[in-house]
């Protein structure tokens, strides 16, 4: 079988910082304390009034590719992981960035998968590099959930942030790169995140703008014990499948939603607090974007070092979550 691993990461976030206490002064009831004590979260970036996703997407999609040594004419394939798409339905963001970054008018859609789209779209990509299908894939993910909050919500406003990031996915010597993937999907707990009207169950009306149950609606105890309950298991699986165990882990990237959660993995799997990469503090939780942002911050430091075991973990809305395991490096 072939290896299939990182060629290149990238990222770009968004210029405007917006700090935990520039919401106490736009009047919302909450604190610094109460949102670094209870997530660990201190600032997060915003999308300007005319940034979209596509715009995230393409700026983290050139780092990358630049970071790859690959131009846009040898992309066979992208996928892109995002919930916050330019536009509702179609076209797809994905067709929106083939278009921008000059990629010839190979196939390119969107998943899906909210917090957990990177790992999904990850594992879609690679499944088409091992049939044979596609060479380089360019895999984005991108989120603007600032455009999707209610931010009057302080259960939910001070959480997420926007950001982009994006790998190009390519054959690697043997042993290296993808190993292994856990996917999985509970439509039982669809409800416990999730952007209650403005689809097709309830097409958007005047009514549902002014109760704005057309943005984020959340049970956040729910989904932080569902959460710890799949992360550690997650990682667990996937790591057996690629015949490792948790000694074999040098570092874990986990979606970056709450470090309380991630502590809880982190305890279950009795892994050392630098073996996390974590840079929730700056970004908050940019849903799908949140992995491969770390992922290309970790390479950028120096932290991800060739030959590391990296698992790589999200989970959200769906619910949803996943674990990819990889060899770090080209192997070259
Ligand atoms: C959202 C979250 C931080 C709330 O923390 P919590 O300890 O569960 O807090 P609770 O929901 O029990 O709320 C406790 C109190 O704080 C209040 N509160 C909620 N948000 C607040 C805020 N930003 N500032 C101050 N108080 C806040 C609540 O209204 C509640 O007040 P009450 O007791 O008077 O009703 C936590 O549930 C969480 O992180 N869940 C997971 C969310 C997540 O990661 N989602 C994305 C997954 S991809």
């Known amino acids: 079988m072939k290896s299939i691993g990182f060629l290149g990461v990238g990222h770009y976030v968004p210029e405007t910082i917006v700090k935990n206490d520039d919401f106490v002064a736009r009047g919302l009831d909450t604190s610094d304390e109460w949102i670094v004590s209870r997530t660990g979260i201190r600032e997060r970036r915003v999308a300007a009034e005319n940034e979209a996703t596509s ?39 994905a067709a929106i960035v083939q278009h921008r970054l000059g990629v010839p008018m190979v196939p390119a859609f969107d998943v899906s998968a909210a917090c957990s789209g990177f790992n999904y779209a990850l594992t879609v990509a690679h499944q088409f590099c091992l049939s044979g299908a596609a060479k380089k894939v360019l895999v984005i993910a991108a989120d603007c959930l600032s455009k999707i909050v209610n931010w009057d919500d302080r259960s939910t406003c001070i959480l997420f942030g926007d950001g982009a990031g994006a790998v190009v996915l390519g054959e690697v010597a043997p042993g290296f790169g993808l190993l292994s993937s856990d996917l999985h999907a509970n439509g039982a707990e669809a409800t416990s995140l999730i952007i209650p009207d403005g689809g097709t169950r309830q097409p958007i009306t005047p009514e549902i703008i002014a109760a704005r149950t057309n943005k984020i609606a959340m049970n956040g105890k729910a989904v932080f014990k569902l959460a710890v309950s799949v992360v550690g298991p ?38 050392r607090e630098n073996q996390v990469f974590m840079n929730l503090d700056k970004y908050g939780n940019t849903s799908a974007a949140s992995i491969p942002i770390a992922l290309s911050e970790a390479v950028s430091t120096g932290v991800l070092k060739p030959g590391m075991i990296l698992a790589l973990t999200g989970f959200g809305a769906g619910f949803t979550w996943g674990t990819n395991i990889v060899k770090w490096g080209v192997g070259k």
């Open 55 to 93: 715009d995230l997407a393409v700026k983290a999609a050139e780092a990358a590719l630049k970071n790859a040594g690959v131009s846009p004419s040898e992309i066979d394939l992208i996928v892109l992981a995002t919930s916050t798409p330019d536009h509702l339905a179609f076209p797809s963001t």
């Open 234 to 271: 997650s990682i667990e699986l996937a790591l057996k499948s690629a015949g490792l165990t948790i000694d074999d882990l040098d570092l874990l990237i986990p979606h970056q939603a709450n470090y309380r959660i991630v502590e809880a993995a982190r305890e279950r799997l009795g892994i």
